[in-house]
């Protein structure tokens, strides 16, 4: 004979809504995971970033009114195309590179920047944001992006909490995960 199943009522706690603070999260020159440092500011490393959901900061010149990114004398040769986007965060490392892509169509190049003489000058400003980039662990204001913050704080426990327009890192999936679960154990 088949047993009669009582319904029982559970109740369960009220749901807890956190609010989470939303910041872009950028790789720097492509690496996102804290490996592959040897293919940084490559097409094929920043395509993984991108499909791994982060935006890049690569190191973009110009020459002989064609463009590149890398480091110095290891350079690979893009399109004017290949940069256009939001996702694209451009690190200008000559004057001729950042005159040519601030002279764009604002549409096509919106993350510019150059930076200066860091001994003398204050942080650069991303050209058609309005956004400073600001090295270590301490953001300007909400419109700040912190860069490299694991130079200065190794466990990089300071971006759990950080708030601000975002960061740019070698360890965005590092942070990301720090940042979901609102802790670092």
Request: charged share 20%; with cysteine; glycine share 6%.
């Amino acid at each position: 004979m088949p047993t009669k199943l009582s319904a029982v009522r559970i109740r369960s706690p009220a749901p807890n809504f956190q609010h989470k603070y939303i910041m872009l999260i950028i790789s720097y020159q492509g690496i996102y995971d804290g490996q592959n440092f040897e293919s940084a500011n490559t097409p094929n490393q920043i395509a993984k970033a991108f499909n791994s959901g982060f935006s890049c900061m690569v190191d973009v010149w110009r020459f002989d009114d064609k463009l590149y990114l890398g480091q110095e004398n290891n350079w690979v040769e893009v399109t004017d195309r290949y940069l256009q986007g939001v996702k694209w965060w451009l690190n200008c490392q000559n004057q001729d590179a950042y005159d040519y892509l601030v002279a764009q169509p604002r549409k096509l190049y919106p993350n510019v920047f150059i930076f200066g003489n860091v001994a003398t000058e204050a942080s650069p400003t991303v050209s058609t944001g309005g956004q400073t980039i600001v090295p270590g662990t301490v953001p300007i204001d909400n419109n700040s992006i912190v860069y490299l913050p694991e130079i200065t704080d190794r466990a990089m426990l300071s971006t759990v909490k950080l708030r601000c327009y975002g960061i740019a890192s070698v360890y965005c999936t590092f942070i990301r995960r720090m940042r979901n679960e609102g802790e670092w154990y």
